[in-house]
T-cell receptor
Framework: AQSVAQPEDQVKVAEGNPLTVKCTYS??????LFWYVQYPNRGLQFLLK??????LVKGSYGFEAEFNKSQTSFHLKKPSALVSDSALYFC???????????????FGQGTTLQVKP | ETGVTQSPTHLIKTRGQQVTLRCSSQ?????VSWYQQALGQGPQFIFQ???????GRGNFPPRFSGLQFPNYSSELNVNALELDDSALYLC????????????FGSGTRLTVV
């Protein structure tokens, strides 16, 4: 079964420090992986995706993610955190198992990032 | 280029009532998906529409239904509302192959009392 795990409910970092939000996945076939961010009472904002190509993917707002096929991980990173990065982050994978080629996304439970001034 | 817009932003309904949520997809996108996000959870796939037909469904009962219109906009209908239907409902549009990812709307917060 396709699945996504975000092992940390919450990540706390100090402003200016690097941050990592972890994600592991389980899929059949090649993974399409996504990171989204959600601010309070808002929808999901796209940060970045991995489809194919370089394992290091650069996205919006200075975020990047590293795809590691052997470890089935897709961790989100940022070299220097900002207070404004504080939000809820979701990792997602496209579900290839659907026979109808629906392309639905399977989301992790989310990780709350708190950046302290 | 317009993004995905959803309406209304908030609404409160009574258990047993029916509700219709609306979504306008991003320009150039022909596929619309609906997700339910309960408090403290990740979004869960409800169903997807392509060419005005349902094209895949998650683990939701038949009282959750939808429509897609020729302009690719969509509606989510929920009948016989239950308290557990209280959630943020998200609409996402994409191209058919999803290669460029999904664009989400800001959601409709439904509260069932």
């Amino acid at each position: 079964a396709q699945s996504v795990a975000q092992p940390e409910d919450q990540v706390k970092v100090a402003e200016g420090n690097p941050l990592t939000v972890k994600c592991t996945y389980s899929v059949s076939g090649n993974p399409y992986l996504f990171w989204y961010v959600q601010y309070p009472n808002r929808g999901l904002q796209f940060l970045l995706k991995y489809i194919t190509g370089d394992n290091l993917v650069k996205g919006s707002y200075g975020f990047e993610a590293e795809f590691n096929k052997s470890q089935t991980s897709f961790h989100l990173k940022k070299p220097s955190a900002l207070v404004s990065d504080s939000a809820l982050y979701f990792c997602a994978v496209r579900d290839w198992a659907s026979s109808s080629n629906t392309g639905k996304l399977i989301f992790g439970q989310g990780t709350t990032l708190q950046v302290k001034p | 280029e317009t993004g995905v817009t959803q309406s209304p932003t908030h609404l409160i309904k009574t258990r047993g009532q029916q509700v219709t949520l609306r979504c306008s997809s991003q320009s150039g996108h022909n596929t619309v998906s609906w997700y339910q996000q309960a408090l403290g959870q990740g979004p869960q796939f409800i169903f997807q529409y392509y060419r005005e037909e349902e094209n895949g469904r998650g683990n939701f009962p038949p009282r959750f239904s939808g429509l897609q219109f020729p302009n690719y906009s969509s509606e989510l209908n929920v009948n016989a509302l239950e308290l557990d239907d209280s959630a943020l409902y998200l609409c996402a549009s994409s191209t058919r192959d999803n290669y460029y990812g999904y664009t989400f709307g800001s959601g409709t917060r439904l509260t069932v009392v």
